[in-house]
């Protein structure tokens, strides 16, 4: 075993925890997160939960659940979902966790795929599951008994490299892939997490991490959770964000860190100032993606540090950056500086390395003799997939990145969302950023569309701060503004003014819904065609 990391699974971590930190809390909630299945909020300590969790391991075992097998969780971050994870994770199984938004053709390629033995689901959300085809997978509440196990098991303990959990990553086109994460990768997360230092610096059983972000993603299951069993800490799971009681959950929590994307420091700088809004204990937030416009006022105003990171699921800790150490005020975009076991390379499309402060295609692996190690274990059943990620020995991100001269790296675009016109790369994000600028615009969200001539066009689809009168009128003026801040071929050569934007269950843009949606608008002549306009500016 490799980084000195002393579990072979997290389960193991989390049973030396509550070995020796019985009374210690592990999971809590107050009151004031509003908890629908728990109102009166919960506090339980590690010592408790190990007895639970073996009992529920002794019943997965008896019906023959081990290594080979998957169970899928439609738990979403309630105390159930941390019960069945880890006492299938102490056997050897790995768990696919659905998200409680998935549709029904959503949920039955990811069974199909996953060929999950089972499918634990709360009472209250087994109404998700109909109109699914479940394939092989029992459906069962988690009052029921557990049914016996028909996959061909090859053990009933957990080891080091084998599967820990299947999650599936959203893709900004086709079907998701089923990342197949092993505990290794969960641990190595995990163990990054907590190395991270400077702001972030951690205390050994003395914190409380509250996250709002789902267990079906790698931050909270590998960050959050793993981290905090490894840690000696305890995790807040909070359903959902909700930014009307936030404060109020984070002072009566404790919390000591907080978890977020960027958009949740974007919605809280919008609520009125309260005297709670002070009162907590938080030293820092990790928050990757935040706005250089909101960091600084936010950092302020709540006297919270923000902690930007750069990871994928199918890199995890094994490549991950962190501005936790860098001096505050860093650059907007700016991801940090790499793991000490992370090489990289900023790659154009021929496969060369672009000069210092061009972006680039990043390319990672881990170093040593094998490079994928701590990575995600591959794509499920598409070896091709897998291995053209993983092109001549480095896993290619999609990521466009750039470093400085003194080594930080710096986010520009995905590279599937990068808008090729006429031969330049036009990064959506400089368009958003742009656009904001208005006051008029609550949100916005650009994308490239298929262009006869240029290849591709840019498209901005607007929700505006107010009541519009006159469409057209307003994104000519959108446009005129925008076009005084950035070069001509980058102004939006189409606009559409809707009412709210496509967001992820992590509260992300959907970039493949609005790809997907703008080319539509495009064709059924629903967006407003600002071209015209868009040459017109450029002979000024």
Not at 32 to 37: H, M, V
Not at 118 to 132: F, G, N, S, Y
């Amino acid at each position: 075993m490799s980084l000195n990391i002393p579990y072979r699974s997290p389960s193991d971590a989390f049973a030396a925890t509550a070995a020796r930190r019985p009374d210690a809390p592990f999971l809590l909630a107050p009151a004031s997160a509003q908890l629908p299945y728990a109102p009166e909020g919960f506090k339980i300590e590690y010592g408790a939960f190990k007895a639970e969790v073996e009992r529920l391991r002794a019943e997965y075992a008896a019906a023959g659940y081990g290594r080979g097998a998957r169970v899928a969780l439609l738990l979403e971050n309630r105390p159930a979902f941390f019960l069945h994870w880890l006492a299938l994770n102490a056997l050897g199984v790995s768990i696919v966790p659905i998200n409680p938004d998935v549709r029904p053709d959503e949920l039955s390629f990811q069974l199909e795929l996953s060929e999950a033995d089972l499918l634990v689901a709360t009472l209250d959300r087994i109404h998700v599951t109909k109109d699914a085809a479940l394939g092989r997978a029992r459906l069962i509440d988690t009052d029921s008994r557990i049914p016996p196990c028909r996959t061909n098991v090859s053990g009933q303990s957990p080891e080091f490299n084998d599967e820990c959990a299947l999650l599936f990553t959203s893709g900004s086109t086709g079907k998701p892939k089923g990342c197949m994460l092993s505990n290794r990768y969960f641990l190595q997360v995990a163990d990054w997490y907590l190395a991270q230092g400077g702001v972030a610096e951690l205390q050994p059983d003395r914190e409380i991490n509250l996250t709002p972000l789902p267990m079906f993603h790698m931050n909270a299951l590998g960050c959050s959770a793993v981290g905090m069993m490894m840690l000696g800490g305890a995790v807040v799971p909070l359903d959902r964000f909700h930014a009307n009681r936030w404060w109020q959950c984070v002072a009566d929590s404790g919390a000591t860190v907080v978890h977020c994307l960027g958009v949740i420091p974007a919605i809280l700088l919008q609520l009125p100032a309260t005297e709670v809004e002070r009162q907590h204990r938080v030293r820092f937030a990790f928050a990757p993606g935040v706005d250089v416009r909101h960091r600084a006022t936010f950092e302020e105003r709540y006297r919270i540090p923000i902690v930007e990171a750069w990871a994928m699921t199918e890199t995890g800790g094994a490549a991950a950056t962190t501005t936790a150490r860098e001096p505050a005020g860093f650059g907007a975009r700016c991801v940090g500086r790499p793991s000490e076991g992370m090489e990289y390379r900023l790659a154009d499309d021929q496969g060369a390395d672009v000069a210092p402060g061009k972006p680039g295609e990043l390319l990672v692996r881990a170093k040593g003799d094998n490079a994928r190690a701590g990575f995600f274990s591959g794509y499920l059943k598409d070896e091709e997939a897998t291995e053209a990620a993983w092109q001549d020995g480095w896993f290619h991100t999609g990521d466009l990145v750039f470093a400085d001269e003194d080594g930080l790296l710096y986010f520009f675009d995905r590279k599937k969302t990068i808008v090729r016109r006429s031969g330049e790369n036009i990064g959506v994000l400089e368009v958003e950023s742009a656009l904001y600028m208005d006051t008029r615009i609550g949100g916005c969200a650009v994308t490239p569309v298929p262009d006869d001539i240029r290849g591709e066009e840019v498209f901005a689809f607007i929700v505006p701060n107010a009541d519009v009168d006159d469409a057209a009128e307003l994104a000519a003026s959108i446009v005129k503004t925008c076009a005084e801040r950035l070069a001509y071929h980058k102004v939006p050569g189409y606009v559409a003014i809707v009412d709210e934007l496509p967001l992820s269950s992590t509260r992300k843009l959907a970039r493949g819904e609005i790809k997907t949606l703008a080319a539509a608008a495009v064709s059924a002549h629903r967006a407003i065609d600002m071209r015209a306009l868009k040459a017109k500016l450029r002979h000024g």
